[in-house]
């Protein structure tokens, strides 16, 4: 798990994939992760949502072009924000 952005607005976690032969430091052999994604969390909203496969595929190339321009937390922002219409589960904390 890497936090790749973090704004006022937004946070972008990257969850990794592993194979079903390697386990994560301190993961049991048998509850590792099968397929990687991002987790995307709408601050204001307090909603999230887990995006893999092709959808996060299209999110990592998004945010690869816009990098290349040198873009402000605003140009990031509204990018993600493309996102949060597909946001449904609710942001819990313990």
Known sequence: MHM?????SFAVVLFEAFDGAEAAPGVPAGD???RGGYE????FARKEIFIEGALAESFKLGVEALIQTGP??????DYIERF???MQQPVVLH
């Open 4 to 8: 790749l952005y973090n704004s006022d």
């Open 32 to 34: 590792t992760l099968q």
């Open 40 to 43: 995307i969390v709408d601050k």
């Open 72 to 77: 402000s937390e605003e140009e990031l922002d």
């Open 84 to 86: 949060s219409a597909l």
